[in-house]
């Protein structure tokens, strides 16, 4: 790794705790439609910023999808795809701190969708932004498709296809 990636990859690492707390925050059940269009308007929004041109894809009866594209230096074009959709909390009392607030235990973050796949999102908007910033244009085009019913069984995934 180049000297100004390591030093921008440490700077990008220490972003990444405010930014999966604030996203962590958004309650996205799609199993009890909770939140999924300000998560869906939240994950949009980051990908803007991040220099994507995005929309948002529309499925009646689904919640709506984040697609995002970033433009590159190559030909060569990534697909990645995440969703922003989590479990229920329940059983509420078997949380040791409250469900979609950050916590850190152990030297570990803790919270609703953390793990499935909040933090894998962020980790690649840090990654992207890290390169961005020490490499100027990304070295290639990057397509991103998050979805928002992952946990109940991506039930309109093939309908947002056509």
Known sequence: MNE???KTVAAEVQ???PLITDYCRLES???QKRMMSE???WVENL???TGFETRQLVVEGAPNYVYGELSGQSDFTLLLYNHYDVQPEAPIELWESPPFEVTEKDGKLVARGICDNKAELISRICAIRAIQA???EF???LKWIIEGEEEIGSTHFDAMTR
Do not use: C, W, Y
Request: aromatic residues 10%.
């Open 4 to 6: 100004q990636l390591a």
């Open 15 to 17: 972003k990444f705790k």
């Open 29 to 31: 059940v799609a199993a």
């Open 39 to 41: 998560t869906a308007d």
């Open 47 to 49: 990908l803007k910023e």
């Open 134 to 136: 020490a490499q100027g």
């Open 139 to 141: 070295p290639f085009n």
